[in-house]
């Protein structure tokens, strides 16, 4: 699979982001107390004359949502699995989004699980599956869904990172 900029009118895009959206909206609902906000829209606000360019990179940094708890600001990566047996994980992606506050939130086009997963070890683990290329690697379902630091749901990612 070669490297492919951004559509955000791709099937892919369009599930990615309906998938993000519903996660934002999960958190929102079950923790109303904290202010949820989509990271574009963070830094957009800290930086109003920031390009989308500047953006997208701050973005492949620092994930999709984004919250501070008790002085500590914390970042959740959302991506959606399309494929029945491997999802793509972008590289830059995976390079970047790396931290004890960064969380991994995958989705699947063929079932309801959501699956996070702490950064740091997402990272080491997925330098084991060879790149498909420069741009990317394909992840097998099976590791995602297996991953033994792997939390189902958002009221097991919120026990497992603020101890509640």
Request: hydrophobic share 35%; charged share 25%.
């Amino acid at each position: 699979m070669s490297y492919t900029p951004f559509n955000p009118t791709s099937n892919r895009a369009i599930a990615g982001l309906k998938f993000q959206q519903e996660v934002f909206e999960d958190l929102q609902n079950i923790y109303p107390d904290i202010q949820f906000e989509m990271t574009w829209d963070f830094y957009k606000k800290q930086h109003p004359d920031s390009t989308d360019k500047d953006l997208a990179i701050l973005e492949k940094q620092n994930g999709d949502i984004t919250y501070m708890l008790e002085g500590q600001r914390h970042y959740i990566e959302c991506c959606f699995a399309m494929g029945t047996e491997v999802s793509r994980l972008c590289e830059m992606k995976r390079e970047k989004f790396v931290g004890k506050n960064k969380w991994y939130c995958y989705g699947f086009a063929h079932d309801d699980d959501v699956i996070f997963m702490p950064s740091i070890t997402w990272k080491k683990y997925t330098a084991k599956i060879k790149k498909a290329d420069r741009s990317c690697r394909m992840v097998p379902l099976s590791s995602i869904k297996n991953l033994k630091a792997g939390r189902t749901g958002v009221i097991n990612y919120w026990r497992e990172v603020h101890n509640v």
